[in-house]
């Protein structure tokens, strides 16, 4: 048996990779925190495989055996995301290879790691120039180019185990809008599931925080950030100094590039 897919994701970042692997998580196992990742910027020495099938008898780690094994037993159903594999150790290869060619994994202590109800994915940034030059063009890069970059990192036998390379688009302005609203839904939902508060933030306040949270080097990445610290945390702090409380109704507005929150006055039959 081999994993269902392995998947390579490539593009500037914040365009979405992780995002997408989380909304995959959800989609094919219901649970958004189906997702088993790995940061391969911690994986750049040469000692670094041994982390994730577990240390040598005798040394500092060995009884509790490799980091991917475990992760995989507790959670077989899963996304294994590998967040910018160029960072990691060679080394670290011949774990990939095993896992895409047998879709199973041994740590030291022999316990099996089983990847055959799994979802493999890359995610790196490597390319990104060529990838954000040929979208801007109209087109979408092709396998043959990008294989061309990726052949200057990774081996031949990895590349050739790979399901698919998919390209990432970098964000657009228009498209920020629309990754604001889902981040807004999140934040908001978490922030009032247990108060009656009816917020309103109308569209021009909304394409002002997007276009702000738009950043053409970083993508989308900055518009949670600029949600939470432009909307959640200043709505948080008024509800816990009891200024907004359980019934109110708050509108958002800007006013000279400043966020203003107005309570509408809610008045009963005279």
Do not use: C
């Not at 228009?174 to 978490?190: S, Y």
């Not at 009816?198 to 900055?222: H, M």
């Amino acid at each position: 048996m081999i994993s269902i897919a392995s998947f390579f994701f490539l593009g500037p970042t914040g365009t979405g990779k992780t995002e997408l692997a989380k909304s995959l998580a959800e989609f094919l196992f219901q649970d958004e925190s189906a997702i088993i990742r790995f940061d391969m910027s911690e994986f750049k020495e040469e000692h670094s495989a041994a982390l994730l099938y577990g240390a040598p008898p005798g040394y500092v780690g060995y009884e509790e055996g490799g980091l991917l094994v475990n992760k995989i037993r507790q959670k077989p159903y899963s996304i294994v995301l590998f967040d910018e594999i160029e960072k990691a150790h060679p080394s670290v290869y011949d774990v990939f290879l095993q896992i895409m060619d047998e879709g199973k994994l041994h740590d030291r202590l022999g316990k099996e790691g089983d990847f055959s109800n799994a979802i493999i994915l890359f995610t790196s940034n490597i390319g990104a120039d060529h990838i954000v030059n040929t979208f801007n063009e109209g087109k979408i890069p092709n396998s043959t180019s990008l294989m061309e970059i990726m052949g200057n990192y990774f081996r031949p036998e990895f590349l050739g185990r790979l399901t698919e390379i998919v390209p990432f688009a970098p964000i657009s302005k228009e498209n920020a809008l629309k990754i604001f609203e889902i981040h807004l839904k999140k934040e908001f939902t978490d922030l009032l599931k247990n108060i009656n508060i009816e917020v309103e933030i109308p569209r021009e306040v909304r394409l002002y925080l997007a276009e702000n949270g738009y950043n053409a080097k970083y993508g989308a990445r900055p518009i949670k950030s600029i949600i939470r610290s432009h909307l959640r945390r200043p709505l948080a702090k008024k509800i816990i100094s009891g200024e907004v409380k359980d019934g109110d109704k708050i509108i958002v507005t800007i006013e000279n590039d400043m966020i203003k929150w107005v309570k509408e006055e809610i008045f009963v039959g005279q």
